[in-house]
C-alpha cells in the first residue's frame, strides 16, 4: 500500500475526514519520509495538535495543515536539542549581551530559563528593552512564538453578502512605517452615538446573597410575564390550571422541567405552572401528538391540550414566542423598561443614523503559551487600517483558564497585567486614530480581576481623560450606536443550550439551522439566559438585578461569543406575526491554544438585509 494511502487510513480510523485529500496528502508525505515518520506517528501528532488547538469539528482542513506541519517541525527540532547535552537555550538578555560584544564568564554564564520565565510583551518588557522593540544595542527584536510563526493570516473564514475593500487575505507581514502610512490615508470615519442601558448590576454591588424566593420570584414573574402576552394577543384563553383532570381541551402556561436529574429527553418532560394557577405543580407532558418541538430545561412556553387523568398533559398545541415590535414590548411592562444611560452620549458629533460599522471580538486575548497579547496587538493594528466607529472586546481578558494564571507563575497582578496590557494598548490605539473611535469592554465570568457572578457589573475602568471613548458594559448588556440597538453577552448560552436542548421534526417540516434556532431560543424567550437549573459552572444570583438577564426588544445585533465554531446569521422569526429581523454574530475566540482564532467585522446599514459581516481569521 502507498503511504499516501496509509496516512488515509489513519486518519479514517482515527475518526478524521479529509478536505482536500490530494493537497493534504501532498503535504504530509514529504514530512513522513524527511523525518522517518510512519503514518500512525504523524496521525498521533495531529490528534495532539487537534486537542492543543481546540479545533472545532472532525475535517482535517487544509488551512490547518500548514500550521500543523511547523508544529510537527518544531517538535523534531526539540527532540534533536534534548539528545544534545551540551546545547545551552539562549535568552533575549543572552544575545544582547552577544551583541554587545560582552564577554561571558563561567560564573555568570546565564543557565536554561526554568519553566515559570514568561516571554514578556516586546512593548512592555522593561529588563531586556529600552524602547518598543529595540535592544540596548540598538538592533531590533521580537520574541519567537507559535503565534507568530503561523502562515494563514487574516483570513476571511465567512462572509454574509460582501465587505467593501476587504483585501485581507494574502497579507504580507508590515512594516512600521507602511503602517503609519496606511493610516494617514484613512479617512476617519464620523463619531458613532452611544447610549448604554443601564439595567446591571454596579461595580460595588454586593453578591452570594441569592436567596431560594429571589430565585422563585425570576421563575414566577417569567412565566406571568409570558402569560399576560399570550392573554394580551387575544389569540389564546386565560390560562387554567394543567394538573386537573378535564376531557376538554385547555390552554396552560409553564416552564419545562426534568423529572429526573441528568439530561432532558421525552418520556421526562415535566411542565410546571404558576403558584397563581396550580400552586407550582408539576405534570408529566405528553408530546407525541406533536408535528414538531424543540424545548430545553426553564423554557417558558404555552401548551393547548387536555388531560383526561390528571397525571400527563397532552400536548397538541405548543406556543414558545412572544416576540413582539420595540413598542409594543416596552408597553407591555412599563414598570421593568430599562433606563437609559446618556453619560456618553454624544448630542454635537454628526453622525449618519442606522449605520455602524464594527470590529468584534472575544477573548482570550493572548495565546496560551505566553501573556505577550500578540493578537489583541495584530487585532488593533488590523483596526488601525479598517478604522471602524465602534470596536467590542468581550472577555475574558485575564483568563482564569490560561496556565500561567493557573499556576500563579506571573509576577503580575491580575489588575497590573490588565493595566498595562489591556487598557494602555487601547490608549494608545485611541492617542493614535483620535477622538472619532469608541472602545467597549464586556467582561467575562472567566476575568481573573473581576467578580465571579452573573449577571456581572461592568469593570470599574478609571480613565478621566478618555472616559467618552472607554466604556464598560455590564454582563449581559444592551446599548445603542447611531440607533442600531445591540445585546451581548459572554456566558457561552449558546454551548449550554446545544447540551440540553432536545428536539423531534416530521418529514414535512424543515428543522432549519440548529445554531439559529439556539438563538432563537434566546430572542422567543427575551432572556440571555433562559436555561433553568443553570449549568454547575454559572455563579447565576437572582438577587442581583433579575430585569439585567432580559432581552427587551429584538435586537439588530446579538452577539454571543461561544466555543461553539464561529457563525454569522440573519434571523428571520414569521411565527405569530412576528416580521422581526436581527444579525447573530458568534466571532468565535481570539485565540485558541497557541495559534490564531477568529474575530467579526461587521457594516451594518439600516437594515439586516442591506448589512455587511465577515469572520476573519487572524
Known sequence: MAIEEEIKAEFGRSGF???????????????????????????????????????????????????????????????????????????????????????????????????????????????????????????????????????????????????????????????????????????????????????????????????????????????????????????????????????????????????????????????????????????????????????????????EGHNPSGHCLVASKMVDSIICSPGESENLNPAKKLAFDKENHPTDLPCKLRELSMVIAAGPFTTSDNLSFEPLAELLAYAKKRSPQLIILMGPFIDTEHPDIKKGTTERSYDEIFRIEILRRLEDYIECMGSAVRILLVPSIRDANHDFVFPQPAFDIKLPDLKPQIASLTNPGIFEANEVKVGCCTMDILKQLSGEEISRFSADVKPGDRMSRLVNHILKQQSFYPLYPPAESVPLDYSLAPEALQVPWVPDVLILPSDIKYFVKVLNDESEGNHMKCISVNPGRLTKGEGGGTFAELDFYESADTSNASIVGI
Not at 546545547?87 to 555568570?108: C, F
Not at 512592555?124 to 519567537?144: C, E, H, I, Q
Not at 512605517?177 to 496606511?182: K, L, P, T
Not at 422541567?257 to 407550582?280: H, I, P
Open 17 to 303: 475526514d479529509l478536505e482536500d485529500e490530494e493537497e493534504i496528502l501532498n503535504k504530509c508525505l514529504p514530512f513522513c519520509i524527511n523525518y522517518s515518520l510512519n503514518p500512525s506517528d504523524l496521525v498521533s501528532s495531529w490528534e495532539v495538535y487537534y486537542l492543543n488547538r481546540q479545533l472545532n469539528g472532525s475535517t482535517v482542513q487544509s488551512a490547518e495543515i500548514d500550521g500543523f506541519l511547523t508544529y510537527l517541525q518544531n517538535e523534531q527540532k526539540e527532540a534533536i536539542i534534548k539528545e544534545e547535552t551540551d546545547i545551552h537555550t539562549y535568552s533575549s538578555r543572552d544575545v544582547e549581551m552577544i551583541l554587545n560584544d560582552d564577554d561571558i564568564s563561567k560564573d555568570n554564564a546565564p543557565g536554561t530559563p526554568t519553566d515559570h520565565q514568561q516571554v514578556l510583551s516586546p512593548a512592555y518588557d522593561a529588563t531586556s528593552l529600552t524602547n518598543g522593540n529595540v535592544l540596548s544595542s540598538g538592533k531590533s527584536w521580537k520574541p519567537t512564538t507559535a503565534f507568530s510563526k503561523r502562515t494563514n493570516r487574516l483570513e476571511v473564514k465567512f462572509s454574509i453578502n460582501k465587505m467593501p475593500n476587504l483585501e485581507i487575505t494574502k497579507q504580507e507581514p508590515s512594516h512600521d512605517n507602511d503602517e503609519d502610512d496606511i493610516v494617514r490615508k484613512v479617512c476617519p470615519r464620523p463619531r458613532c452615538s452611544l447610549v448604554v442601558h443601564g439595567s446591571g448590576p454596579r461595580p460595588d454591588c454586593r453578591f452570594m446573597y441569592d436567596r431560594t424566593e429571589d430565585r422563585f420570584n425570576a421563575l414566577e414573574n417569567q412565566i406571568k410575564k409570558h402569560t399576560r402576552v399570550y392573554v394580551a394577543s387575544g389569540l389564546y384563553e386565560e390560562p387554567m390550571d394543567p394538573t386537573i383532570a378535564s376531557q376538554r381541551s385547555i390552554f396552560t402556561v409553564g416552564m419545562i422541567c426534568c423529572d429526573v436529574e441528568g439530561r432532558l429527553n421525552e418520556k421526562s418532560v415535566m411542565l410546571q405552572s404558576s403558584a397563581e394557577n396550580s400552586g407550582g405543580q408539576r405534570v408529566r407532558l405528553e408530546l407525541q401528538q406533536l408535528s414538531h418541538f424543540s424545548v430545553f430545561p426553564g423554557q417558558v412556553v404555552g401548551i
